[in-house]
């Protein structure tokens, strides 16, 4: 399963480290399957997005992801990459650029020729410059809301409605971000997606750094010890109590003043809702938890 990872730091930019494969678990646990590709995105102080992604196609690919990455930013968006569809490439890694934004998925749907004909029609088509599900659905929902005038969650509602009803989907979770904003989807239950709105420290004395860690992402970062963030991620990355999974069709927007605004703006499930069963081999291997 697809790692994803977010974190807003609220208006003023931050320094985070990143590693993306976090070496101990990847050179312990042999029998598990290695990444398929690992890509950190993030905001200069003019709000223009800057990517770092590489394909992990041999093993010796891996030293991209295991360097410390001392990065400064208001947003966060870190991904590390099971891949169901698309070659072993750095225009199938993510995160995705389009428009100014920046976006990582971690899921699998079907019926990609039909969403091809439906990017054609609305002038988007040439968006996609790989083979992956995630970049069409980027594409969609940069078309919708190009239509919504900039408006992203409408862009989001429209998009992911459109593929609810017309396409068999596993799972449609992601992160989107801006430079000011992060958008997150849990969609439909099949993948966890949790959010974290860590608080500084209420009582004086020394406050703990951030330091959150899951299977393979890890980010550290004195510089929001006292501050309020807010973080996303496919597991829990630390002991903190106040991680709480999405529900099922739940889209949170997080703004610069770091308000977590939550939205159920689709259906119950998908009008054709895929199993691990239903997918091919590679495809089921990519979304085992």
Request: aromatic share 8%; net charge negative; charged share 25%.
């Given at each position: 399963?697809c790692?994803?990872?977010?974190?807003?730091a609220?208006?003023?930019?931050?320094?985070?480290?990143?590693?993306?494969?976090?070496a101990?678990d990847?050179?312990?646990?042999q029998?598990?399957?290695?990444?398929?590709?690992?890509?950190?995105?993030?905001?200069?102080a003019?709000?223009?997005p800057?990517?770092?992604k590489?394909?992990?196609?041999a093993?010796?690919?891996?030293a991209?992801?295991?360097?410390?990455?001392?990065?400064?930013?208001?947003?966060?968006?870190a991904?590390?990459?099971?891949?169901?569809?698309?070659?072993?490439?750095?225009v199938?890694?993510?995160?995705?650029?389009?428009?100014?934004?920046l976006?990582?998925?971690?899921?699998?749907?079907?019926?990609?020729?039909?969403l091809?004909?439906?990017?054609?029609?609305l002038?988007v088509?040439?968006?996609?410059?790989?083979?992956?599900?995630?970049?069409?659905?980027?594409?969609?929902?940069?078309?919708?809301?190009?239509?919504?005038?900039?408006?992203?969650?409408?862009?989001?509602?429209?998009?992911?409605?459109?593929i609810?009803?017309?396409?068999?989907v596993?799972?449609?979770?992601?992160?989107?971000?801006t430079?000011?904003?992060?958008?997150?989807?849990?969609?439909?239950?099949?993948?966890?997606l949790?959010?974290?709105?860590?608080?500084?420290?209420?009582?004086?004395?020394?406050?703990?750094?951030?330091?959150?860690r899951?299977?393979?992402?890890?980010?550290r970062?004195?510089e929001l010890t006292r501050?309020?963030?807010v973080?996303f991620a496919?597991?829990?990355m630390?002991?903190?109590?106040?991680?709480?999974?999405?529900?099922s069709?739940e889209?949170?927007?997080?703004g610069?003043?770091?308000a977590?605004r939550?939205?159920?703006?689709?259906?119950?499930a998908?009008?054709h809702?895929?199993?691990?069963?239903?997918?091919?081999?590679?495809?089921?291997?990519?979304q085992?938890?």
């Amino acid at each position: 399963m697809c790692r994803l990872f977010g974190l807003h730091a609220g208006a003023h930019p931050v320094r985070a480290t990143f590693w993306l494969l976090d070496a101990p678990d990847s050179l312990s646990v042999q029998s598990r399957r290695e990444p398929d590709g690992a890509g950190i995105g993030t905001y200069d102080a003019a709000g223009k997005p800057r990517v770092a992604k590489q394909p992990l196609a041999a093993w010796e690919d891996h030293a991209f992801a295991r360097e410390a990455r001392d990065l400064k930013s208001t947003t966060f968006l870190a991904h590390v990459r099971y891949a169901s569809t698309g070659a072993l490439t750095l225009v199938n890694t993510h995160p995705f650029e389009q428009d100014g934004r920046l976006f990582a998925h971690n899921g699998s749907f079907e019926g990609l020729q039909k969403l091809d004909a439906h990017l054609e029609s609305l002038g988007v088509l040439e968006l996609v410059k790989g083979q992956t599900d995630s970049e069409r659905l980027f594409a969609l929902i940069t078309a919708e809301t190009r239509k919504a005038g900039g408006d992203v969650g409408i862009g989001i509602g429209r998009a992911v409605s459109w593929i609810a009803a017309e396409l068999p989907v596993f799972s449609l979770n992601f992160i989107l971000t801006t430079a000011t904003d992060i958008w997150s989807l849990r969609y439909p239950a099949t993948h966890e997606l949790y959010i974290l709105e860590r608080e500084p420290a209420a009582v004086p004395g020394p406050a703990a750094p951030l330091d959150a860690r899951s299977k393979r992402i890890h980010s550290r970062s004195t510089e929001l010890t006292r501050s309020k963030h807010v973080l996303f991620a496919t597991e829990r990355m630390d002991h903190d109590p106040g991680w709480r999974p999405l529900r099922s069709g739940e889209l949170i927007h997080v703004g610069p003043d770091l308000a977590a605004r939550s939205t159920f703006p689709f259906p119950d499930a998908p009008a054709h809702q895929l199993t691990l069963a239903d997918l091919e081999p590679h495809a089921a291997e990519s979304q085992k938890p």
